[in-house]
């Protein structure tokens, strides 16, 4: 026994190093030797998903073994005809690849938007780095029906895609302002830059372009079409150092039915505007703390433009939401970023809202570098996938992160038949126990196996708790054990530690690793379960996650429910 145990605390030592990828998780990370990206996700008809980004393509025309006096003559060697160009990725169930397409302008260019047509092709939005809008109609099998560039003499950049209910179309972005006094204001624009809008067909006709904007800076950020025809815009505006977030209502002809202002103090940022079951509309934006970090804002206005509540997220870090989504239920989720004042890594961020804004539930991905999520879609399961980019898994620039979660913000498994049976079973043992709740991963909690602050004793509560568990569990276990590869039995703890940030880590990892074996040991030498010891030895291990992995309540760290262990199940 002392044998086992004292093995299962290496193996546990060497799998926590591991956190993010596991075999059977739905996710992927795509790139090659230069920054790749994912903007937009969409499923498609066929239930598979889509992504849009960009990937790098340079060709290295330097002959095998050639060597270099200086970076100089190194770079003359790499010729950029191609360079950053769109990207468009389809990924099965499997999350494997079953389309890949790169766009090879003369221009570097970037995909930003995504949407599907009637068909299940795609109608995608980009613009190229010499300044022109890029609208391209591609077909199920990613065979192109056009690609428009259009634009002003000035630059210009596509940020957003809305698809209309009669099929067309409006492109959002930016048009920068010439400086010269010879040049049309109408035409040319009305400040330092504006919001630029247009209109087209299917068919990528142009039916109507407008300018909007005032004297400084203007931002269209994003729209979200209102089922009249028409649609609402989210821009920002710039001007003497101050930045107002706006919402106008836009009809069909491109005229304005109403501007309502967002003001709040600081400096302002906006990202998102998502319609809700109910008809009204979220706006994912940031604001300055007075620490002068972007924190988290999300505002709910009705069909006119009243507001209905708009709720601040201070944090002492920089916290962003590029995307929300509201799903089945009305929820809101939200993916960004987060990165602490006191570290110089960035953690991809996803949050989980009820509908008045009141988070759920919140996870974070990653590990000691940069990495941030850019877009999610609801899927027709209410599970998510997500997109972004991560440079955490490999010693090169950005690549494209691509995942699926479900919504009790477990990762969506690759073989759903397998897990979503096991998940049936257990949830029907334990439906009853509204002490104990199963995650759609196989991931269980038990409320009687919370610990005291520092402690890893098991009290009285905690033995009588396994006493009962336990059998039920491995009772369920036992018919799917062919199936079973482990069953893990995790550590948690709240950050909770009067020590540096780094010793008061290192000491929760020790304790949340006692608390897990100690479940072991007391789990194990139960006479109840002693005929199922043999398999129990061969699947049973534990792992110290410290504060790895926190509970919340209310946006603030529940530290209580935090001091807990978790037991995971991992399918052959």
């Known amino acids: 026994m002392k044998f086992l145990l004292s093995l299962l605390i290496i193996l546990s030592c060497l799998h926590s190093t591991i956190i993010e990828f596991k075999p059977d998780d739905y996710q992927i990370v795509l790139g090659k030797n230069f920054d790749d990206e994912a903007f937009d996700v969409i499923e498609d008809y066929d239930f598979n998903i889509s992504i849009i980004g960009y990937t790098q393509n340079f060709v290295n025309t330097a002959k095998p073994h050639q060597s270099f006096n200086n970076a100089f003559d190194y770079l003359n060697a790499i010729q950029n005809s191609h360079g950053e160009q769109l990207r468009l990725i389809k990924l099965d169930s499997q999350a494997q690849i079953v389309n890949d397409i790169n766009f090879k302008l003369s221009a570097f260019n970037r995909g930003t938007n995504i949407i599907k047509t009637v068909d299940n092709g795609y109608i995608l939005g980009g613009y190229t780095h010499s300044g022109q809008m890029l609208i391209s109609s591609l077909d199920e099998k990613g065979k192109d029906h056009f690609l428009k560039q259009f634009g002003t003499a000035n630059f210009d950049q596509l940020h957003a895609l809305v698809k209309l209910d009669d099929g067309s179309c409006i492109a959002i972005g930016t048009s920068q302002t010439s ?33 909007y904007g005032s004297t400084g800076k203007d931002i269209g950020i994003d729209g979200v079409a209102t089922g009249d025809g028409g649609f609402i815009l989210l821009a920002l505006s710039k001007e003497k150092g101050t930045s107002m977030l706006t919402a106008v209502k836009i009809n069909d002809t491109g005229d304005t039915a109403w501007l309502k202002e967002l003001p709040k103090l600081g400096h302002n940022k906006g990202f998102k505007i998502i319609k809700t079951l109910q008809n009204n509309y979220i706006i994912a934006a940031g604001f300055e703390n007075k620490d002068t970090q972007e924190n988290i804002r999300l ?24 995307d929300i989504s509201v799903d089945l239920r009305g929820n809101i989720i ?13 953690d991809a961020l996803v949050r989980y809202y009820d509908s008045n804004a009141n988070m759920i539930w919140e996870r974070k991905f990653g590990k000691e570098r ?8 609801l899927l027709h399961d209410n599970s998510f996938a997500i997109a972004g980019f991560t440079n955490s898994f490999a010693d090169k620039g950005k690549q494209i992160w691509v995942l699926k979660l479900n919504d009790d913000g477990s990762l969506v498994k690759k073989r759903m038949k397998q897990y979503s049976t096991l998940y049936e079973a257990l949830h029907n043992e334990f ?44 009772n369920v276990l036992l018919p799917y054990k062919q199936q079973i590869k482990n069953l893990h039995i995790n550590g948690y703890t709240s950050t909770e530690w009067n020590a540096p940030k780094t010793q008061a880590y290192l000491n929760n990892t020790r304790l949340s690793n006692d608390r897990a074996i100690h479940i072991l040991e007391y789990s194990y030498q139960l006479k109840s379960i002693a005929s199922h010891r043999d398999w129990i030895s061969q699947v049973l291990s534990t792992d110290g996650h410290s504060y790895s992995n926190l509970i919340y309540a209310e946006n603030e760290e529940n530290k209580i429910r935090s001091r807990r262990v978790e037991f995971e199940i991992t399918i052959r």
């Open 179 to 211: 400086r010269s006094d010879r040049d049309n204001i109408f035409v040319q624009g009305l400040g330092h830059s504006d919001v630029y809008l247009v209109k087209y067909e299917p068919d990528g006709k142009i039916i109507w372009k407008k300018k």
């Open 334 to 346: 939200g993916v960004g970023y987060s990165q602490s004042s006191s570290r110089s890594d960035m």
């Open 431 to 474: 439906k009853q126990t509204p002490d104990v709740k199963i995650y759609k991963d196989l991931r269980i909690t038990h409320d009687g196996l919370i610990f005291k602050q520092g402690s890893s004793t098991l009290s009285t509560v905690h033995k009588s708790t396994l006493d009962d568990f336990m059998p039920r569990l491995f």
């Open 299 to 322: 505002i709910k206005i009705n069909d006119e433009g009243e507001l209905l509540w708009d709720k601040s997220f201070y944090n002492d870090a920089n916290e962003r939401l590029n």
């Open 370 to 377: 940069q990495d941030a999520f850019s877009s999610v879609a």
